[in-house]
């Protein structure tokens, strides 16, 4: 094979993450070259076997480098970036990685002459309350400023089997007496499986979705909270009440937790505003077709999903019938 028609080079930021290594493995499958960057190429190895001999390399990359991004674009026909944080650790603030990053890597793809696929989130909102949603909010801003033909993907909660939603809360009732419903559970979300919010990603890659066009990325079904843990419980086989805890206290539980060093906080007080808000697709993207079915995606139930990986929470594991 000549250098000529060598398949097309995807530089893919975050890849290596829970929603990045599936964007990989959906690249992988249509032979593209792929570029990995990453903070750390060292521990990204196990992506290597879902691609061919030499399709899939890595790169050292932060986006809070401008030099390193501009790096990790080079001689890239197409540039994904899945990088997205859910609180603030350290240097990687919400600000320098999801509005500040954002903008760098579309002014590196724009300078490089690729094209651009950017995840965002439902709910992104310059103005928002919330410092995550405002700050992915910006991010598109300075997209769009930069690249306005980029492609824009907005998820509700994803799920899948390294998920941060189903699989804290299918943990925690192993050891809690009880499951906190922020709020009451009354928030509802359209969870998404990983799968198919890669595959969107790759028919974007393909050149399937519309150019400079935002697109909200919902699962078939409308959940709340409360049945997002019910669904949850069911598939582990175990019985846990529900506490609803209004919204104020969980507000204070969420500071005080952010408090303590060297741990993952379960919940922050940011994560509670966000709660404040269904996260579901609009009406004005399902009537403008800008779904995940306008992209030809049937998306998959979450019940059908969920037993898949969830089934390591149940008491006895696989072998387990009957509820505790």
């Given at each position: 094979?000549?250098?000529?028609?060598?398949?097309?080079?995807?530089?893919?930021?975050?890849?290596?993450?829970?929603?990045?290594?599936?964007?990989?493995?959906?690249?992988?499958?249509?032979?593209?070259?792929?570029?990995?960057?990453?903070?750390?190429?060292?521990?990204?190895?196990?992506?290597?076997?879902?691609?061919?001999?030499g399709q899939?390399?890595?790169?050292?990359?932060?986006?809070?480098?401008?030099?390193?991004?501009?790096?990790?674009?080079?001689?890239?026909?197409?540039?994904?970036?899945?990088?997205?944080?859910?609180?603030?650790?350290?240097?990687?603030?919400?600000?320098?990685?999801?509005?500040?990053?954002?903008?760098?890597?579309?002014?590196?793809?724009?300078?490089?002459?690729?094209?651009?696929?950017?995840?965002?989130?439902?709910?992104?909102?310059?103005?928002?309350?919330?410092?995550?949603?405002?700050?992915?909010?910006?991010?598109?801003?300075?997209?769009?400023?930069?690249?306005?033909?980029?492609?824009?993907?907005r998820p509700?909660?994803?799920?899948?089997?390294?998920?941060?939603?189903?699989?804290?809360?299918?943990?925690?009732?192993?050891?809690?007496?009880?499951?906190?419903?922020?709020?009451?559970?009354?928030?509802?979300?359209?969870?998404?499986?990983?799968?198919?919010?890669?595959?969107?990603?790759?028919?974007?890659?393909?050149?399937?979705?519309?150019?400079?066009?935002?697109?909200?990325?919902?699962?078939?079904?409308?959940?709340?909270?409360?049945?997002?843990?019910?669904?949850?419980?069911?598939?582990?086989?175990?019985?846990?009440?529900?506490?609803?805890?209004?919204?104020?206290?969980?507000?204070?539980?969420?500071?005080?937790?952010?408090?303590?060093?060297?741990?993952?906080?379960?919940?922050?007080?940011?994560?509670?505003?966000?709660?404040?808000?269904?996260?579901?697709?609009?009406?004005?993207?399902k009537k403008?077709?800008?779904?995940?079915?306008?992209?030809?995606?049937?998306?998959?139930?979450?019940?059908?999903?969920?037993?898949?990986?969830?089934?390591?929470?149940?008491?006895?594991?696989?072998?387990?019938?009957?509820?505790?």
């Open positions: 094979m000549t250098l000529s028609n060598l398949p097309p080079q995807v530089t893919v930021f975050g890849g290596s993450g829970f929603v990045g290594r599936h964007v990989v493995r959906a690249l992988a499958k249509r032979g593209y070259r792929i570029r990995v960057a990453v903070r750390r190429p060292d521990l990204a190895g196990f992506l290597q076997p879902i691609g061919g001999l899939i390399s890595f790169v050292q990359a932060n986006l809070r480098n401008r030099a390193s991004i501009e790096r990790a674009v080079q001689d890239a026909d197409h540039v994904v970036n899945c990088v997205g944080i859910l609180f603030e650790s350290g240097r990687n603030r919400f600000d320098s990685v999801q509005d500040f990053g954002a903008r760098a890597v579309a002014e590196a793809a724009r300078a490089r002459g690729a094209t651009l696929t950017h995840i965002s989130a439902i709910g992104a909102d310059a103005n928002s309350a919330s410092s995550y949603a405002r700050s992915k909010g910006r991010g598109e801003l300075g997209i769009r400023q930069v690249m306005p033909d980029a492609v824009i993907l509700s909660i994803i799920f899948g089997p390294e998920d941060g939603f189903f699989n804290k809360f299918a943990d925690m009732s192993r050891f809690a007496p009880a499951l906190p419903l922020v709020g009451g559970g009354h928030t509802k979300f359209q969870p998404v499986y990983v799968t198919d919010v890669a595959e969107a990603v790759a028919l974007s890659v393909d050149g399937k979705a519309a150019k400079g066009t935002t697109y909200e990325l919902g699962g078939p079904e409308v959940l709340t909270f409360r049945q997002c843990l019910e669904l949850m419980l069911q598939v582990i086989d175990r019985k846990r009440p529900m506490v609803s805890i209004p919204f104020g206290i969980a507000s204070m539980i969420g500071s005080l937790s952010s408090l303590i060093p060297f741990i993952t906080p379960p919940l922050t007080a940011d994560q509670v505003k966000l709660l404040r808000s269904d996260n579901i697709v609009s009406d004005e993207a403008e077709g800008r779904t995940i079915q306008s992209l030809g995606i049937t998306p998959a139930l979450a019940e059908a999903i969920l037993p898949s990986y969830l089934i390591r929470y149940r008491p006895k594991g696989q072998f387990t019938r009957g509820t505790l």
